[in-house]
DNA sequence: GCTTATTATATCGATGGTCGATATATAGAG
DNA sequence: CTCTATATATCGACCATCGATATAATAAGC
């Protein structure tokens, strides 16, 4: 599909990542923080996010369009950035989820061939 | 499960890397090279390595006796590494298949729930 | 009112594993 | 006798994640 690259063995984690991102904010906006949360909740605990990682990452999608992120301030000194998907984002995110697809269905054939 | 290090975000692309040579070794005895020719038949082109990635696995693997490598004479100067599956890489294996089904299963609801 | 915990974003150095290149050598094809 | 395929091995560059650290506002507890 146009404009990604592809998934790869060499990049598993970096797509895994974004994918969940990206599949936590289709729901509708949310600030960084949230996302954590959510994705603790929604994976029972299974998937966790560093902040040291999840930040970087949401700058590096903002910066490229995969998201927009906008400052609200809440109270009187505090701000938040809450992020969306952009149409980009969406496209990214359906094209994730057939790649993964495809590539789960390759590894686990060969996966379970080998199982006892 | 004992002994073996939990399947997570940051570490994918290993576990993807080691749990598919023990898959492909799961066959029976085989020699570095030929496991990477096997490997891109089985995947259809989808999962390659190279051998500067493969080689170094193997020898951890190795010294981790998760795999046996053994030195056999091929002609008069030539000698291939081959190698087998230990009791301890037949487990891990089959932990690998039960640890990525459950992963990925969690991965892709949360995907799938964004998609559109 | 004071202290602590929680919410919230951000950056940075260390770590670790893959990639691609390079090296070396044998066997087989033409 | 040259070229390609087979076969193993190592090394530096690269890059993304981790865990720690920093900063600050707000809510809660007492």
Redesign the pocket.
């Known amino acids: 599909m146009a404009g990604f690259e592809r998934l ?4 598993l ?2 797509n ?3 994918a969940l991102i990206l599949a936590i904010l289709a729901r509708g906006e949310m ?5 954590a ?1 959510e994705m603790e909740e929604r994976s029972g605990g299974l998937f966790r ?5 999840l ?5 590096k999608l903002e910066k490229e369009k995969t998201i927009a992120g906008v400052w609200r301030p ?9 992020y969306t998907l952009t149409r980009r984002g969406r496209r990214y995110l359906d094209w994730q989820a057939s790649e993964w697809r495809r590539f789960m269905e390759t590894f686990l054939s060969i996966i379970e061939e080998g199982e006892s």
Request: charged share 25%; net charge positive.
């Open positions: 790869e063995a060499q990049n984690t970096k895994f990542n974004e600030h960084g923080y949230q996302i949360l996010f560093n902040h040291g990682t930040y970087p990452i949401l700058h809440e109270g009187p000194k505090k701000k938040r950035k809450l």
